[in-house]
């Protein structure tokens, strides 16, 4: 079976299985406490907490899988989240280079600097406009703000501004 369809029906089965193993390591445990005759209330207070992890963590990783396998089969399968930024400005023929992470807020989430293209990295010899290319893909959505360090032939650096938003 060659076909989307296999493919779901190949994580639900991979999902189970985990699951699965999971669930009978958790049974065998508490079967080999009561065989060697140390189950006690502790044994089953630690047993029953671990089964209570384990079913809610189940059930999210099931609801996942389900969300998930809908979203696909609508054709709503998620891609990369690619935003642009408006242009900025710096001296002609500057080298640009970001500063480090760009931050949304005093401290509530970054944007790496892996995850920043600055676009063109090196200005020509009369331009003066750059843009910012981020893929937000796994990062909280928001205005991250931040520098580019934009230093010209000669040596001299400035300090710009730069943000951009990821939807």
Same mark, same amino acid.
């Not at 779901?8 to 079967?31: H, I, K, P």
């Given at each position: ?14 999902? !189970? /299985? @985990?699951?699965? =193993?999971?669930?009978?390591?958790? %049974?065998?445990? &508490? $079967? ?8 006690? !209330? /502790? @044994?089953?207070? =630690?047993?029953?907490?671990?089964? %209570?992890?384990? &079913? $809610? ?111």
């Amino acid at each position: 079976m060659d076909s989307r369809v296999s493919d779901f029906v190949q994580d639900y089965n991979a999902l !189970a /299985t @985990s699951l699965l =193993e999971r669930w009978s390591g958790l %049974a065998s445990r &508490a $079967a080999s406490k009561m065989d060697a005759g140390a189950y006690d !209330a /502790t @044994s089953a207070a =630690e047993d029953a907490a671990a089964g %209570a992890r384990l &079913a $809610a963590e189940a059930g999210w990783l099931w609801t996942e899988w389900m969300c998930e396998t809908f979203a696909k089969l609508a054709g709503f399968e998620g891609g990369p989240n690619i935003a642009e930024s408006q242009p900025f400005e710096a001296p002609k023929g500057s080298s640009l280079e970001l500063a480090g992470p760009l931050l949304k807020g005093p401290g509530l989430a970054e944007l790496p600097v892996s995850a920043v293209t600055i676009r063109p990295p090196q200005l020509g010899p009369k331009q003066t406009e750059f843009t910012l290319r981020a893929d937000g893909s796994g990062y909280r959505g928001g205005t991250y703000v931040g520098q580019v360090n934009a230093t010209t032939e000669k040596g001299k650096a400035t300090a710009v501004t730069v943000w951009i938003s990821i939807p």
